[in-house]
C-alpha cells in the first residue's frame, strides 16, 4: 500500500506540473488553446492570469514531492497538499469545467485515501 499511495501522490505532483507547462508556457499555443478550448484571442487575453494560475499549480506539486521526499514524515505534507488539490479541484469543477472534477479532484482523492491507510497500516 505505501508503494502505491507514493505512487499516486507522484501522479497527482506530475499532473499538476504539467498543468504548469500548459498554462505558463503554452497557454497561448495550440496545445494549450486545445485544453482548455480557448480562442486566440480568450488566450492573449488571459494568458496572464493563466500564467499565475499556473505558478501556483507548480507550488502543489513541490508540496506533494517535499512530502514523497520526507517519506513516511511526510504524512500531513503529503495530507495538506492533497487536500489543497481536492479542494482546488472540486471549486473548479463547480466554477469552471465538470471535467477537473475527474481530472484533479478524483486523483487527490484517491491520493488521500491510500496516504491515509497506509498511515494505519
Given amino acids: 500500500m505505501t508503494v502505491l499511495a507514493a505512487v499516486i501522490v ?5 499532473l499538476h506540473i504539467y498543468f504548469l507547462v500548459l498554462e505558463m508556457f503554452l497557454w497561448d499555443k ?10 486566440p484571442e480568450r488566450a492573449a487575453a488571459t494568458k496572464v492570469l493563466a500564467a499565475n494560475q499556473g505558478l501556483y499549480n ?4 513541490a508540496g506533494l514531492l517535499w512530502g514523497l521526499w520526507l517519506g513516511p ?6 495530507v495538506f497538499f492533497l487536500g489543497c488539490v481536492l479542494v482546488a479541484g472540486l471549486y473548479g469543477a463547480a466554477t469552471a469545467s465538470r471535467k477537473i472534477l475527474y481530472v484533479q ?3 487527490a482523492a484517491v491520493g488521500l485515501v491510500l496516504v491515509y491507510l497506509t498511515r494505519a497500516g
Fill in 58 to 61: 507548480g507550488f502543489l506539486a
Fill in 10 to 14: 507522484g501522479l497527482v505532483a506530475l
Fill in 30 to 39: 495550440p496545445a494549450g488553446m486545445r485544453a482548455f478550448g480557448q480562442t
Fill in 105 to 107: 479532484a478524483l486523483p
Fill in 73 to 78: 514524515e511526510g504524512f500531513g505534507v503529503k
